[in-house]
């Protein structure tokens, strides 16, 4: 595919599209008949933008600084298609636009633990897709995926990589069409595309047949980093606009440090769980930790009397705690997020309000 003639720049990254807005597409209407508010473009447009206008840590918000003929571009879709997204999407509320090419969204970080994750190239490039008609004719075309089958891809790319790093994901027809709020029939559609383009796979003893209706699904993780390593070397030669690019810069710096904040936090919060899920008594030693120190707290701001006596059980119950921890050869550090910066603790501020330069020693 000729890439000689991009002149903007599109997201070298991945982007997430947080399932609020997924959820949000589908609606029971007065028959109880599933409706979807949003177009799979919307979805997808929604998402991307989301990326870029997020809530920050000072309680402000970024504004994603986007011109329609961009936006289209780094997704693969019609100016038209563009309009109509950002109308629905405005629509439900997801999105303003305060001025002229400049977006707010509604959706704060919290609300984006959960999510599908996308590279914009699933959108825009294009891919060899090769079947055999009924007449066992082999077949082949050159093209985009359309926005349905990318996000199918989304989907696949999302759940094969989780957790047990297998590559590997169990699901019917129907459960991708109930997650995408799309048809079964447009899920399976999309799947047999992928399929045939080679970007998943699966083993003749996986699929799903009588009687057994969720098929194994494997990516093709080759395919997709050799893809990304060439987009990558083109974007290096694109031109970017200068004022997307500003926008863009602050906010890329935001979603490294929040993503690795994300990490050593959930990993910390992880490590308590199984350990608290093996001793389920920890549980109640801390939560009456924490109901005496929100009392202490409360006694000290209000000057209610018997404060000595709170911060007296307080102290006590706390040794407990340590002491419980202790016979397992535990601390209570030991819960405690492992930041990648003890400087600035993974928010690329130092405390006395400069920025870190972790930032720039990042790999
Ligand atoms: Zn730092």
Known sequence: MERAEVTFKPMEEY??????????RKYKDDRGKWRNRLSPSAVLIGGYLTNYSKKTEDGGQTVCVRKYESLGKTLGVSHGTVAN??????????LSVPKRSSYLTNFSEVQYKYFLRG?????????TIKWKDPAGERRSEVRPLTVIEGLVLCYFYTKCGNKKKTNAFDCSYADIAYYLGISPRSAWSAVRTLLHADLIFCRAGEKG????????????????CRRKRELRRVLKNAVADPIEQAADARIDRERFYSERRFRAESAAERKKE???AAHPEYNNVERECDTLAREEA???ALGLPGLPQLQERLAKKQREKRAFLRRFGMTEEDFLPHYSCPKCRDTGALPDGRACDCYFRRE
């Open 209 to 224: 047949v009588n009687g057994r209706i969720k098929s194994t699904y494997r990516l093709n993780d080759g395919l997709l």
């Open 274 to 276: 199984k350990f608290s």
């Open 15 to 24: 982007f997430l599209i947080s399932e609020n807005i997924i959820r949000k």
């Open 298 to 300: 409360k006694a000290e």
């Open 85 to 94: 997204a950002l109308a629905q999407l405005k629509q439900e509320e997801i």
């Open 119 to 127: 590279e914009p190239f699933f959108f825009t490039d294009a891919f």
